[in-house]
């Protein structure tokens, strides 16, 4: 037994000196000096005790070493388990609670909050920053390297990457080493990456779209990535000229549409643009192709599943559609009655293949209700399928909110916002939002004669919930809309509320931003 994943990242180009990352500051880090980072990271991880099986956390700004801290845990069998570096402690101490890692490393501003966190669960911490400085670094140059791979199957685990849920609360989505590997070779075919495309890489790499979508893809043909720590537009504007292709979410576009810099030319040596994680709007993808000449290709997927389908890189890429099933990858539409439903109706999406995840982490009933016996996870997405195949995602099942790419899931702020004085009850909407597709809305019922202090809830949301979660507008009401089973009518709320980010809203809502 090998470790497949490792192989198809970086074994297989461990020696070669063809460029890897192109970082901000001029210098290129190459594969063959990426696989010498690994190994010294892997030597680390071994001294400490970490064996395959084990729980690393990361929860770091971006950088190279953030990279090889994840392929170092690939090449030793180690469960890696990235989080976004919006978290608050809180929210930390819950994952880290659940998943038992025995090493976290984290941002050296974090450390004296996360310490306490750490100790709970009789972690090791340590920290790497954005200029990869840190007791992570010392860790590392004091490690006698390990060159050879961890054996692992394409069963084992790889990683460990945490959805919310409609419940609030977070699920360790369980991935394998066939997951990853077999969506990135599809998507190596689907979307013809060689070792000459060069992705401008603007993602955070805490999530599936930017770690398993952009960097697998990337490594498995070894290929070049422009690494920078984030989008920012001029940027972005900088690197593209030297860039083939680009993944984003619908605001990255949005924002370049944005900018006069962003012409034609600019974009001339692009071969593709790719789009996911929420809604692109069908208006953004004709701006898009009348500036630049390029079909942006839209495509869906989900923590726990990877890519499911695309748009064709041959072929009409559809506006509003997420395109075909991926090879490989079975795509359905179920109905109420739970049989699989008309060509062109709209129903519940289930998906089934090799990218499918094996369940969450310790929740045997979770996993249960949404991974059937049969292989087909149900999505909580809605859509259709027309007659040409393009898939439609026509909404959701569940109550969650995308924002910016950000998943929220209502019940969590909820919950919070419910606990606070002055606060009868609370519910949480999306509304559209220009730059982030939706912003978060807090609906409040107040307790008493007496309105809420917004300010102090504020601080206290700030304290509890990562900053993307928070939110952007707070609107007070006698009473929540209800159905005769005394279901919170959400659908009348964002009606009523659906323009609060628009200019015009500010005046005339009761709003308070
Ligand atoms: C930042 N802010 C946000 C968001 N991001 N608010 C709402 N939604 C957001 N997504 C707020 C911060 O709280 C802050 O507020 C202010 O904006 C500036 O923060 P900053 O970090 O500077 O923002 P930014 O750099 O402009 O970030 C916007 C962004 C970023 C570039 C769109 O959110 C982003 O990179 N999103 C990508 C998410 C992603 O990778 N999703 C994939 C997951 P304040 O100033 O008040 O503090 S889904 C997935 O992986 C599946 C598999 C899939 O299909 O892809
Ligand atoms: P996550 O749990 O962060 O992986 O988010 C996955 C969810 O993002 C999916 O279930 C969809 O609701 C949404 N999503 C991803 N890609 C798209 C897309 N292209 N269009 C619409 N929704 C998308």
């Known amino acids: 037994m090998t470790n497949g ?123 790497l920053g954005a200029d990869e400085q840190g007791s992570f670094a010392e860790a590392v140059a004091n490690a006698t390297p390990q060159a050879e791979a961890v054996a692992c199957g394409a069963d084992d685990l790889a990683c460990f990457l945490y959805t919310s849920g409609t419940t609030g609360h977070s699920k360790g989505a369980m991935l ?68 083939t292709t680009m993944m984003g979410v619908p605001t990255f576009y949005t924002r370049l549409l944005d900018a006069d810099r962003f012409t034609r030319d600019v974009a001339g040596h692009m071969r593709l643009f790719t789009s996911g994680s929420a809604p692109l709007l069908a208006e953004t993808h004709a701006q898009f192709s009348a500036r630049t000449g390029h079909a942006i290709l839209e495509r869906y997927g989900m923590t726990e599943t990877g890519m499911n389908t695309s748009n064709p890189y041959n072929g009409e890429r559809r506006a509003g559609t997420v395109g075909f099933p991926l090879e490989g990858v079975e795509v359905r539409i179920m109905g109420e009655n739970g049989k699989e439903i008309a060509q062109g109706e709209t129903g519940r999406i289930e998906v089934r293949g090799p990218n499918v995840f094996t369940g969450y982490w310790k929740m045997p009933e979770k996993t249960a209700a949404e991974l059937q016996q049969n292989g087909f996870f149900i999505t909580g997405d ?52 220009a730059d982030f597709g939706e912003g978060v809305v807090a609906v409040l ?11 102090a809830i504020q601080l206290e949301v700030s304290a509890r919930l990562a900053n993307f979660k928070r939110p952007q507008k707070y609107i007070i ?8 089973m005394g279901k919170v009518q959400k659908n009348i709320l964002r009606d009523t509320y659906g323009d609060v980010f628009s200019a015009a809203a500010h005046t005339t809502k009761r709003a308070h931003s």
């Open 5 to 127: 994943l490792y192989q198809m990242l970086l074994g297989h180009h461990a020696a070669s000196d063809a460029p890897l990352l192109h970082l901000p500051d001029g210098t290129t880090l190459s594969y063959a000096g990426m696989a010498q980072r690994v190994a010294q990271i892997s030597g680390m991880l071994r001294a400490q005790g970490l064996r395959k099986g084990d729980r690393l956390a990361m929860q770091c700004p971006k950088s190279p070493q953030a990279l090889a801290l994840y392929l170092a845990c690939v090449h030793s069998g180690v469960i890696f388990l990235p989080l976004n570096t919006a978290y608050t402690p809180d929210e930390i101490g819950y994952f880290v609670e659940d998943a038992a890692p025995k090493i976290i490393v984290t941002d050296p501003a974090a450390e004296d909050a996360l310490l306490p966190v750490a100790q709970r669960a009789s972690a090791l911490l340590l920290t």
């Open 176 to 243: 394998t080493q066939r997951n990853l590997m077999s969506n990135a070779q599809t998507l190596v075919k689907t979307w013809a990456f060689t070792r000459d495309d060069v992705l401008l890489h603007a993602l955070p790499i805490f999530h599936a779209h930017g770690l398993f979508v952009a960097c697998n893809v990337t490594m498995a043909v070894g290929g070049a990535m422009i690494w920078l720590s984030g989008f920012d537009v001029g940027a972005v504007l900088d690197a593209m000229p030297h860039a």
């Open 382 to 433: 809605l859509g259709h399928i027309d007659a040409d195949g393009y898939v439609t995602i026509a909404g959701r099942d569940k109550d969650l909110i995308i924002s910016g790419g950000y998943n929220i899931y209502p019940k969590e702020v909820e919950l919070l916002l419910d606990a606070q004085p002055g606060v009868k009850e609370a519910a949480v909407i999306g509304a559209p939002h």
């Open 445 to 455: 019922v107040q307790q008493g004669n007496e309105a809420p202090d917004i300010e």
């Open 477 to 484: 009401i006698p009473e929540l809309p209800r159905n005769t």
